[in-house]
T-cell receptor, first 118, second 115 residues
Framework: AQKITQTQPGMFVQEKEAVTLDCTYDTSDPSYGLFWYKQPSSGEMIFLIYQGSYDQQNATEGRYSLNFQKARKSANLVISASQLGDSAMYFCAMRESIRTGANSKLTFGKGITLSVRP | GAGVSQSPSNKVTEKGKDVELRCDPISGHTALYWYRQSLGQGLEFLIYFQGNSAPDKSGLPSDRFSAERTGGSVSTLTIQRTQQEDSAVYLC?????????????FGPGTRLTVL
C-alpha cells in the first residue's frame, strides 16, 4: 500500500491567490514526521515545511502553512499569495519512528505539479 | 554556507559500464542519504549513512549498487554493469543528525543516462 498519496496530477493557480496541495499518508506508527519539498525545473529539492505527529499546532513558514488533520491522516500544504516562482513540482514525504530515529529514510509521494498563472 | 554538492551533474554511459557518483554533504552533517528519482518509480530511498554506524542498505535495488562514505564526509555511489533501467536522477541529501525532526537537505543530483 502507498504510504504517501498525492492524487492531484496538476494544479493551476492565479498569481497572488492561495492554493492547497493535498497529501494523505498511511502509517501505524504513532511517531512520524511529514515534510514538504519543492522541486523547480532546475531539479534541486528544496525543503519547505515540517510537521511532527505530536505537534499541537499546524506548522507555518512564511507563505507556507500545513493543514494537518491527524485523524484523517492528511497534511495539505497551503501556499498563500502565490508567486510565479512557485511554479514547480511539490512532494510530500514522511519519516516514521521519529522519536527513536530508528528509521531515517524519507518516503515520498509521486508529487504534484503547480503552475502559477500571471 | 555551502550546500550539498554532487558530481558529475550529468553522466552518459554505455550499458555494461561501471559508474561512480560523488556526493559532498554539508560540512558537519553526520547523516548522508542517497535517493533515486525516475519517471516510473518516483523518489526511492537507496542507502543511508550515520556517523560510524553500519549503513542502512535496505533500499539498494540489486547487488550491482554499492556505496561508501570515507572519513565520515564524502560519499561515492557505484553502479556496476549499468543497465538501461538504471537511468535516473540520483539525489544525495545530508542532515545534521538522524533524529526524526532533522531536515534532509538535497544536492542538485546527477542525471545518469545509460545507452
Amino acid at each position: 500500500a502507498q504510504k504517501i498519496t498525492q492524487t492531484q496530477p496538476g494544479m493551476f493557480v492565479q498569481e497572488k491567490e492561495a492554493v492547497t496541495l493535498d497529501c494523505t499518508y498511511d502509517t501505524s506508527d504513532p511517531s512520524y514526521g511529514l515534510f514538504w519539498y519543492k522541486q523547480p525545473s532546475s531539479g534541486e529539492m528544496i525543503f519547505l515545511i515540517y510537521q511532527g505527529s505530536y505537534d499541537q499546532q499546524n506548522a507555518t513558514e512564511g507563505r507556507y502553512s500545513l493543514n494537518f488533520q491527524k485523524a484523517r491522516k492528511s497534511a495539505n500544504l497551503v501556499i498563500s499569495a502565490s508567486q510565479l516562482g512557485d511554479s514547480a513540482m511539490y512532494f510530500c514525504a514522511m519519516r516514521e519512528s521519529i522519536r527513536t530515529g530508528a528509521n531515517s529514510k524519507l518516503t515520498f509521494g509521486k508529487g504534484i505539479t503547480l503552475s502559477v498563472r500571471p | 554556507g555551502a550546500g550539498v554538492s554532487q558530481s558529475p551533474s550529468n553522466k552518459v554511459t554505455e550499458k555494461g559500464k561501471d559508474v561512480e557518483l560523488r556526493c559532498d554533504p554539508i560540512s558537519g552533517h553526520t547523516a548522508l542519504y542517497w535517493y533515486r528519482q525516475s519517471l516510473g518509480q518516483g523518489l526511492e530511498f537507496l542507502i543511508y549513512f550515520q556517523g560510524n554506524s553500519a549503513p542502512d542498505k535496505s533500499g539498494l535495488p540489486s547487488d550491482r549498487f554499492s556505496a561508501e562514505r570515507t572519513g565520515g564526509s564524502v560519499s561515492t555511489l557505484t553502479i556496476q554493469r549499468t543497465q538501461q533501467e538504471d537511468s535516473a536522477v540520483y539525489l544525495c541529501a545530508s542532515s545534521s543528525g538522524s533524529r526524526g525532526t532533522d531536515t534532509q537537505y538535497f544536492g542538485p543530483g546527477t542525471r545518469l543516462t545509460v545507452l
